[in-house]
T-cell receptor
Framework: GQSLEQPSEVTAVEGAIVQMNCTYQTSGFYGLSWYQQHDGGAPTFLSYNALDGLEETGRFSSFLSRSDSYGYLLLQELQMKDSASYFCAVRDRNTNAGKSTFGDGTTLTVKP | NAGVMQNPRHLVRRRGQEARLRCSPMKGHSHVYWYRQLPEEGLKFMVYLQKENIIDESGMPKERFSAEFPKEGPSILRIQQVVRGDSAAYFC????????????FGSGTRLTVV
């Protein structure tokens, strides 16, 4: 099975950098994904790490270390609109389902 | 290209009634996943379907819940004899295959059981 742990809340100020961590236990997965969800909205895919290392997309970067069973999402130049919940997820490799298991999410609050 | 379409957006049912939630995947996507989200919680996997096939229903409660994805038309998540504990947001996601990338989610159906 798969399980993922994320801190429940993070607070940061506008313009700052914030890192949201994700540790996981898995019996096999393709890679680590990150999703953003604003209150009342749909989850939106942000990034995916298939291999160890850093992936960068604009202000967002995501990191994976398979040997440490650990990943993080880094947000730079924080904006008020970044206030949302952020979920990490792994996609199951051990079945033909390809289903994803999600962490419980980190709620990011950006303050002026 | 329309995204994943879910309807209704909001659904209110009395205890004991049936709820039907619909999901039309993105064009070209043949894989549909249903997730349930309780307030302040993460997304919990329910079922994975392809056209006319249930691939994985390991997250579905054994009673009252069923899902289908017919050859024609949307995928349907059906909840019979709803109870208050079924109140949640139900999200549908689709993908073009078992590609190792992300899902595209619909806007969800918020089910409230009164």
């Amino acid at each position: 099975g798969q399980s993922l742990e994320q801190p429940s809340e993070v607070t940061a100020v506008e313009g700052a950098i914030v890192q949201m961590n994700c540790t996981y236990q898995t019996s096999g997965f393709y890679g680590l994904s990150w999703y953003q969800q604003h209150d009342g909205g749909a989850p939106t895919f942000l990034s995916y790490n298939a291999l160890d290392g850093l992936e960068e997309t604009g202000r967002f970067s995501s990191f994976l270390s398979r040997s440490d069973s650990y990943g993080y999402l880094l947000l730079q130049e924080l904006q008020m609109k970044d206030s949302a919940s952020y979920f990490c997820a792994v996609r199951d490799r051990n079945t033909n389902a390809g289903k994803s298991t999600f962490g419980d999410g980190t709620t990011l609050t950006v303050k002026p | 290209n329309a995204g994943v379409m879910q309807n209704p957006r909001h659904l209110v049912r009395r205890r004991g009634q049936e709820a039907r939630l619909r999901c039309s995947p993105m064009k070209g996507h043949s894989h549909v996943y249903w997730y349930r989200q309780l307030p302040e919680e993460g997304l919990k996997f329910m079922v994975y379907l392809q056209k006319e096939n249930i691939i994985d229903e390991s997250g579905m409660p054994k009673e009252r819940f069923s899902a289908e994805f017919p050859k024609e038309g949307p995928s349907i998540l059906r909840i019979q004899q709803v109870v208050r504990g079924d109140s949640a947001a139900y999200f549908c996601a689709s993908s073009p295959g078992t590609a190792q990338y992300g899902y595209t989610f619909g806007s969800g159906t918020r089910l409230t059981v009164v």
